[in-house]
């Protein structure tokens, strides 16, 4: 039980997720006791056991549901004389098992600017594990980021090393500038991350695809990417910016990919952190 309890912990300090079932009760000869538990991580491999058979292959499923929904499930099996029979067990009893969701997605944002800024305290109360990367230590530490679980200086062309990604991380691209900010999308679009946003013009972003796509990124992998980062709101503030970004990893987290329907948000985007010299 240590392991499992050592693994969730890892598991949420770099930002995956998991279910962990737990028996909770349980009647009569069951394979599974009271208090086993199963932690199943995101990529589908476990921890622990809660019995074996064809049970802990259902308990399994419905803890993938409960990865993809964040709802937990409380449940009962009864183990029946003809079960026993098919799976060589022999037991007849009933347990009942809780599933629950642990650990959230994380989000590093690269440009620790006023968009940053105003997304954070957002993230925060969404209960996102959010870490902020810049180049320059007068915008990014902690006073600047009280809500920030980590934040970081670091150049720009390595700034992925390190910085653990995987389907349930967010990777969102606001810096001071185009060059910066292709460079930083070069590496994003090279890990696994579920998630990878874009700010600017169309414009901005089809000549950073230009560029990437003569250096070798796949264009597929390019067609992935949220950009211009969002949800179309219409957004024309910082703040704005902030709760159109906040809207769509939300809908990303739910498993919902909305159609961008209205391009109104472009020019509000490109005029808030377009201009180099400016606080991006």
Known sequence: MHD?????????????????ATIIGVTGSTPG???????????GSTVGTVGGGCTENDIWRLAMEVLATE????????????????????????????????GNPSVTIFGAGHIAQRLVPILATLEYRTTVIDD??????????????????RNFEN?????????????????RGHQHDET???????????????IGSRGKIGAIYKNLEKRGVPRARLEEVHAPIGLPL????????AVAIAAELIAHRRGRRLDRVDDSVTPQIQTAASPPTRDA
């Open 184 to 198: 930083v999308l070069a590496q994003a679009v090279a890990t696994q991350a579920g998630y990878v946003g874009l």
């Open 234 to 241: 219409g957004s024309k503030s910082p703040e704005e910016i």
């Open 33 to 43: 006791k009271e208090s086993a538990k199963l932690l199943v991580r995101d990529d």
């Open 71 to 102: 709802r937990a499930v409380r449940t009962s099996f009864r183990l029946t004389a003809a079960t026993a029979a098919e799976t060589g067990l022999l037991c007849g009893g009933e347990f009942e098992v809780y599933i629950e969701p642990i």
């Open 136 to 153: 320059r230590e007068s915008f990014a530490h902690a006073e600047r980021f009280p809500l920030a679980s980590e934040v970081c200086v």
């Open 4 to 20: 499992i309890f050592t693994e969730a912990a890892r598991l949420i300090a770099e930002g995956r997720r998991g279910a962990l």
């Open 159 to 175: 700034c992925l090393e390190g910085v653990s990604t995987g389907p349930n991380s967010c990777l969102i691209v606001v810096t």
